[in-house]
């Protein structure tokens, strides 16, 4: 199974008459054009892509993180010590961008946030945990690859290439973010686990090993598969698409290599 979850460039009409930046600034929230690499690479695997921008709301947070500097309806007693995201303004709904500070040019009432939350966030985790029940059933296990990229890391973050996050063991049985591992290094990249990058709400959850239901994410460096302006699919793209295929060989390999596991027809 695999997800997008950051790379919706849909920015409907009630985000962009609160912002007090124009959309454009909003970019470095996307995890820009991964769709990209994910439909390139997708067979058989079932696929869920969110169309609205992240900056809309995050499907990669808990509904619990709500912003009280920017959300009327945040709870400051069910975040008595708010995350290091949160205090940097990438809660829920996004308060903060990159270069260009403030998103909003006004509080975000409670109850519009709870529309957010009841049109976009509950459906996607919803039909993500309904696709992988289904998974598990048919197949007797299910691993979901959660897509993400990121910006170039300095080589004193480790200069990775892709940075796997299996939420530092809890969220997968190490043999598939191995399998993950081996494809990447024999196609010559440098690869990090869970730093800086460990996955978030959707790997919390998603995942349960002890079930046979495992969730990874996946960090590809933007520069792999865009352009040299960061802004449209580059040449590197179908290379990026293919390794990410023998990623996704690899870990169905692995899964259906385990006992108990059933076949594909």
């Known amino acids: 199974m695999l997800s997008v979850p950051h790379a919706g460039r849909d920015y409907p009409l009630a985000l962009r008459a609160a912002l007090r930046v124009p959309v454009a600034a ?32 995050d499907l990669n947070r808990a509904e619990h993180e709500r912003d009280p500097g920017i959300d009327d309806g945040a709870n400051r007693q069910a975040m008595p010590q708010q995350s290091a995201r949160l205090r940097g303004g990438l809660g829920l709904v996004p308060r903060r961008v990159s270069g260009a500070g403030e998103i909003w040019r006004r509080r975000l009432d409670g109850e519009e946030v709870m529309a957010r939350i009841a049109q976009d966030h509950r459906p996607y985790h919803a039909a993500l945990a309904e696709a992988l029940l289904r998974a598990r059933a048919r197949f007797g296990t299910a691993v ?9 890391l300095s080589p004193a ?20 973010v191995h399998r993950l591992e081996g494809e990447a290094l024999a196609a ?31 960090e590809f460096d933007r520069a792999l598969y865009l352009d040299a302006a960061l802004d ?11 390794l990410l ?7 169905a390999d692995e899964a259906l290599a385990q006992p108990g596991a059933i076949a594909a027809e």
């Open 144 to 152: 979901l690859l959660d897509l993400h990229s990121m910006p170039s």
């Open 188 to 218: 010559g990249f440098v690869t990090a686990l869970n730093a800086p990058y460990a996955g978030g709400h959707i790997l919390d959850a998603q995942a349960r090993p002890a079930a046979g239901i495992h969730a990874i994410q996946i």
């Open 26 to 57: 909003l970019l470095p929230l996307e995890d820009r054009h991964v769709d990209a690499v994910a439909l390139a690479a997708q067979g058989r695997e079932t696929m869920l892509v969110q169309r609205v921008a992240r900056a809309w709301i």
């Open 157 to 176: 973050q480790g200069a990775a290439g892709i940075v796997f996050g299996d939420r530092f063991g809890r969220s997968a049985a190490a043999r598939f």
């Open 245 to 251: 295929r023998r990623m996704i060989d690899a870990v």
């Open 232 to 242: 449209r699919p580059g040449d590197g793209l179908a290379a990026t698409a293919m």
